[in-house]
């Protein structure tokens, strides 16, 4: 049973070119995280994605950065227009499809697990 | 908002010696609260989680936590600490889609 698979493990941009960072979930998992992870700053949330929605992206920056989710295939993440500060572990998780598990409000206690992350370097 | 805080950047412990590491959190309702590790260049995985129930959580590793409600605490607890612990712990709550996490807290155990 794999795991959330991220690709690239490592990415290596220039200064103004896009960064695509890929993600599956664990099988028979449909809601989609990512997390970015600066030096020295903990582990932030940016966006949390079913199937071809988002559901919240309160941690994404406005401008450069999107994410989806498609019906087929993985979620991604763009950067577009790299700049130095964007260097950093970016980490995607996966959890069940909450609708199978009992509610008592929108996060049903539900585990999230974790890829092995993408490191991108902006150089 | 659902937070969590975790007030040790780093704890020193000596292989063999109990470990604690800390957690506080801040929710409204009933709290869900979670512990994952972080080694070196990987992922972060999964130890253990409080939904209801026993308030001392069982998890990966031989780890536990006790969920205090009165000190609103969440701590990770170890009896016997290994070498191999020696990692990023990171304390987390869910508010209300995906969970929070606490700034982390660096474990280090010294033969």
């Known amino acids: 049973n794999a795991g959330v698979m991220q690709n690239p493990r490592h990415l290596v941009r220039r200064r103004g070119q896009e960064a695509r960072l890929r993600c599956s979930p664990m099988k028979g998992h449909s809601h989609v995280y990512w997390y970015r992870q600066l030096p020295e700053e903990g582990l932030k949330f940016m966006v949390y994605?079913?199937?071809?929605?988002?559901?919240?992206e309160s941690g994404m920056p406005k401008e450069r950065f999107s994410a989806e989710f498609p019906k087929e295939g993985p979620s991604i993440l763009r950067i577009q227009q790299v700049v130095r500060g964007d260097s950093a572990a970016y980490f995607c998780?996966?959890?069940?499809?909450?609708?199978?598990?009992?509610?008592?409000?929108?996060?049903?206690?539900?585990?999230?697990?974790f890829g092995e992350g993408s490191w991108l370097t902006v150089v | 908002a659902q937070s969590v805080a975790q007030p040790e950047d780093q704890v020193n412990v000596a292989e063999g010696n109990p470990l604690t590491v800390k957690c506080t959190y801040s929710v409204s309702g009933n709290p869900y609260l979670f512990w994952y590790v972080q080694y070196p260049n990987r992922g972060l995985q999964f130890l253990l989680k409080?939904?209801?129930?026993?308030?001392l959580v069982k998890g990966s590793y031989g780890f536990e936590a006790e969920f205090n409600k009165s000190q609103t605490s969440f701590h990770l607890k170890k009896p016997s600490a290994l070498v191999s612990d020696s990692a990023l712990y990171f304390c987390?709550?869910?508010?209300?889609?995906?969970?929070?996490f606490g700034k982390g807290t660096s474990l280090l155990v010294t033969p």
């Open positions: 998780a996966s959890s069940q499809d909450i609708l199978n598990q009992v509610q008592t409000g929108p996060y049903s206690g539900n585990t999230i697990y």
């Open positions: 409080y939904i209801t129930g026993d308030n």
């Open positions: 987390a709550v869910p508010p209300p889609y995906a969970l929070n």
């Open positions: 994605l079913q199937k071809e929605n988002i559901i919240d």
